[in-house]
């Protein structure tokens, strides 16, 4: 048996996360002939097909899903490996943004493996949210930026996918109003566009009764019982109920979790701290606060 090519398993990976070869070779950096023939040979060495077409979309075989899971802990251990290499000679400053609907969850183990391995290095966290971030990306004011992925912001790095939640107040029940009060993000927020949409669909009446960029301010509203609100998982906390369908309320898109890297100014320190933020980010595959109030 063959070993595999971790690089043809970073362009399979990134095929399986945007759905399309074209996609996927702007988020590699390569030509989509050299994606196709990269899959080909990938097939040919597994001796299984691993995609299937879905009209224009790329779909995922059995195969295919079978080694999506083992290609992302191949990567993950590599990249890991490959920075704790390179770290002892590392030195300077590195700029990193991240939504606080993240940062309170993920920043503590992120920083703390980093700047263990990596003690010259100075990291600028810039909190923000995703739009702002990724402007950043594209003027050079960070070197990296995790973001909540949709697919119209163009290509990003997925390394995390999380359950969005209805959450309120679990002293309070604000969910049970026949006019919902909502505490939601701006009206460009995604997942305020998702909760609306599932409300609108299933016919339950709802007003905006909070709206703000901050994570931070959304919980203070849903903590006070005053609105139910719209979470990713890893933003859920003490206090908290989540909410489903039992409670009349429609499932929630998955929240993709990504990194965009500045491509104009590529530098060893970015690469070394995203590899410890996908091997961190591994690392909290364990039980949530959203799991233990369900």
């Known amino acids: ?18 759905g399309s070869f074209t996609k996927a070779a702007d988020v590699v950096h390569k030509t989509q002939s050299a994606v196709s023939m990269q899959m080909k040979r990938l097939e040919e060495r597994l001796g299984k097909p691993v995609f299937e077409r879905d009209g224009r979309a790329s779909r995922l075989t059995e195969d295919g899903e079978r080694l999506l899971d083992y290609a992302r802990r191949i990567l993950r251990l590599n ?125 339950r009446p709802y007003r905006i009764l909070y709206a703000s960029w901050n994570s931070n301010a959304v919980g203070a509203a849903v903590l006070a019982g005053l609105a139910v609100g719209v979470l990713p998982e890893s933003a859920a906390r003490p206090g908290m109920r989540v909410l489903g ?8 898109p998955s929240c993709k979790i990504g990194l965009l890297r500045n491509r104009h100014e590529r530098s060893a320190l970015a690469d070394a701290l995203a590899g410890h933020i996908v091997s961190s980010l591994d690392n909290l595959k364990g039980t949530s606060f959203a799991d233990a109030a369900e």
């Not at 048996?1 to 399986?16: E, N, S």
């Not at 990249?79 to 943004?97: P, Q």
């Not at 369908?245 to 929630?252: Q, R």
């Open 1 to 18: 048996m063959h070993l595999l090519d971790t690089d043809q398993l970073k362009t399979f990976v990134a095929i399986a996360d945007t």
């Open 79 to 203: 990249a890991e490996c490959l920075a704790s290499f390179a770290d002892a000679e590392l030195a300077g400053r590195v700029r990193l943004g991240v939504p606080d609907d993240y940062a309170e969850r993920y920043l503590p183990e992120i920083l703390a493996r980093f700047s263990h391995s990596n003690p010259k290095v100075e990291v600028t966290v810039v909190c923000e949210p995703t739009p702002m971030l990724a402007d950043r990306i594209q003027t050079s004011d960070l070197d990296l930026a995790i973001i909540t992925h949709v697919e119209s912001r163009g290509p990003a790095e997925i390394f995390r996918t999380e359950r969005l939640l209805w959450v309120s107040s679990a002293r309070h029940a604000v969910h049970e109003e026949a006019l919902l009060p909502l505490a939601l993000g701006r009206p460009t927020c995604n997942w305020r566009q998702a909760a609306t949409e599932g409300l609108d669909r299933i016919g």
């Open 245 to 252: 369908p039992s409670e009349g309320f429609p499932t929630l």
